[in-house]
């Protein structure tokens, strides 16, 4: 899961930034900050780079941009109709007014409580547990979408080995059997798609259920097909597995 952040106070922003690290490292959990911001337009760059269902920490005033959070979550929720929406804010009466958007938040926090570090952490938890149950609604099935031109395929998991990213945002499916199927995407939208699809590297995505062994350098998958990585690769996949 990717985390972004955006308050108009450097202060308070380095607070929850922090509040965030911690809990991650904490529990262990996979889990990204990808931007803590002041600007909401870095928000807006960002996101539709890193797939969908991710968590967005907002404060609602942002100053003196030109958006305010409400503005900014309406964004984010065109560009990924399963973020978590998480309100950081001293205004309570607009709870109402978020409401009337449609954009569904996850939870409001009141910005400099005394409880605010722990309302954090459990905003967190929540968020990361959706995100866990919205990528076991593909494993429940077996089967993972992939949008080849204007049609949507549907493939077996097992017959799934990995994704390597190709030039022109293309992205080539290795199969089982020596089959491969080239489609437009990138590869920081993959994980969502199955959670044995695992992010190795920012030009690979690997089915984990499909290997067979992990050498120094090397993934050898259940077929016999073979990948080169780096060792710090290999052992982040290591890593992985053992957590899962």
Known sequence: MKIFICEDNNEVLKKIEQVIKNYIMINDLSVEIITSSTDPLNILEEAPKHGIANSYFLDIDLGENAMTGIDLGKKIRDIDPFAKLIYITN???????????????????????????????????KAYEQYIQSTKLNSNIGKVPIKVGLKQEFYDINELLYFEALEGHKIRLNLVNNKE??????????????????????????????????DSKTVIFKDGTSIYLSSKTIRRIKKEIKNR
Request: aromatic content about 8%; glycine content about 2%.
């Open 181 to 214: 199927i080239i489609f437009f995407g990138k590869i920081s939208n993959l994980e969502i798609l199955h959670p044995s699809i695992y992010i190795c590297h920012r030009s690979y995505a690997i089915n984990l259920d499909n290997i067979d062994k992990l």
């Open 91 to 125: 205004f309570d009466n607009m709870q109402m007014r978020i409401l009337n958007e449609m954009i569904a938040p996850l939870a409001y926090i009141t910005k400099n409580s005394d409880d605010m570090d722990e309302s954090i952490r459990k905003a967190l938890t």
